[in-house]
T-cell receptor, first 111, second 112 residues
Framework: QKEVEQNSGPLSVPEGAIASLNCTYS??????FFWYRQYSGKSPELIMS????GDKEDGRFTAQLNKASQYVSLLIRDSQPSDSATYLC???????????FGAGTRLFVKA | DVKVTQSSRYLVKRTGEKVFLECVQD?????MFWYRQDPGLGLRLIYF???????EKGDIPEGYSVSREKKERFSLILESASTNQTSMYLC???????????FGSGTRLTVV
C-alpha cells in the first residue's frame, strides 16, 4: 500500500462546478497535511495546510481532514480553467522529517 | 516576495561529469530539501538539511551529496553524472518540520 494515495485522474469538471480531490494516507499518527498545485512544467506551490479534523476554507479552496478515516480532501468551488493543474497531496508523518507526497491528481476545468 | 532560487532552469551534462545544483532561499528557513520528480514516480526526497552543516539522507541519496555551508544556500552535487539522473530537480525550504514547503522553480537536468 502506498503511503499517500491519490486518484491520478484526469478529473474533468465544467467551469463553475465544484472540483473534489481526494487523498488517503497510511500513517495513522500523521499530524500535518498539505495540498500543492503544480502547473505543467512548473514547480509545486503550496495552496492549503490543515492540521486538525474538520474544514479549513481559503477563498475558493476548502481542505477537509478526517483523521479517523485517514482521509484528506480539497474542494475547489467555482472552478476556473486556470485551476487546471496537477494537485499533490502531502502528509507529514510521525517522527523524523519526512513529508510524503502523493503522485497527484490531474484536474481539467473545461470552459 | 519570499523566494527559493535555483541557479539553472535547464542543464545538459555529459556522463561522468561532476554536477553542482545550487539553491538559495531568502526566508531565513532552517530546513532545506532536494527532491527529484520523475513521471510516474512523483516527488522523491534525495537529501534534507535542518541546519547549517547538517544533512540527512532521504529516500534516494545514492550518487548524490549535498553541502550547506550557509543557512541560505543548499547545494546538490552529482559526483559522477549518469543517464538515470536525468530528471527535474526541485529545491524546497520550510520554516519548521510541520510546515509546508516553498519550492524553487526547478532545474531540468539532462545527462547525455
Amino acid at each position: 500500500q502506498k503511503e499517500v494515495e491519490q486518484n491520478s485522474g484526469p478529473l474533468s469538471v465544467p467551469e463553475g462546478a465544484i472540483a473534489s480531490l481526494n487523498c488517503t494516507y497510511s500513517d495513522r499518527g500523521s499530524q500535518s497535511f498539505f495540498w500543492y498545485r503544480q502547473y505543467s512544467g512548473k514547480s509545486p506551490e503550496l495552496i492549503m495546510s490543515i492540521y486538525s479534523n474538520g474544514d479549513k476554507e481559503d477563498g475558493r479552496f476548502t481542505a477537509q481532514l478526517n483523521k479517523a478515516s485517514q482521509y484528506v480532501s480539497l474542494l475547489i468551488r467555482d472552478s476556473q480553467p486556470s485551476d487546471s493543474a496537477t494537485y499533490l497531496c502531502a502528509v507529514k508523518g510521525t517522527g523524523g522529517f519526512k513529508t510524503i507526497f502523493g503522485a497527484g491528481t490531474r484536474l481539467f476545468v473545461k470552459a | 516576495d519570499v523566494k527559493v532560487t535555483q541557479s539553472s532552469r535547464y542543464l545538459v551534462k555529459r556522463t561522468g561529469e561532476k554536477v553542482f545544483l545550487e539553491c538559495v532561499q531568502d526566508m531565513d528557513h532552517e530546513n532545506m530539501f532536494w527532491y527529484r520528480q520523475d513521471p510516474g514516480l512523483g516527488l522523491r526526497l534525495i537529501y534534507f538539511s535542518y541546519d547549517v552543516k547538517m544533512k540527512e539522507k532521504g529516500d534516494i541519496p545514492e550518487g548524490y551529496s549535498v553541502s550547506r555551508e550557509k543557512k541560505e544556500r543548499f547545494s546538490l552535487i552529482l559526483e559522477s553524472a549518469s543517464t538515470n539522473q536525468t530528471s527535474m530537480y526541485l529545491c524546497a525550504s520550510s520554516n519548521g518540520l510541520n510546515y509546508g514547503y516553498t519550492f524553487g522553480s526547478g532545474t531540468r537536468l539532462t545527462v547525455v
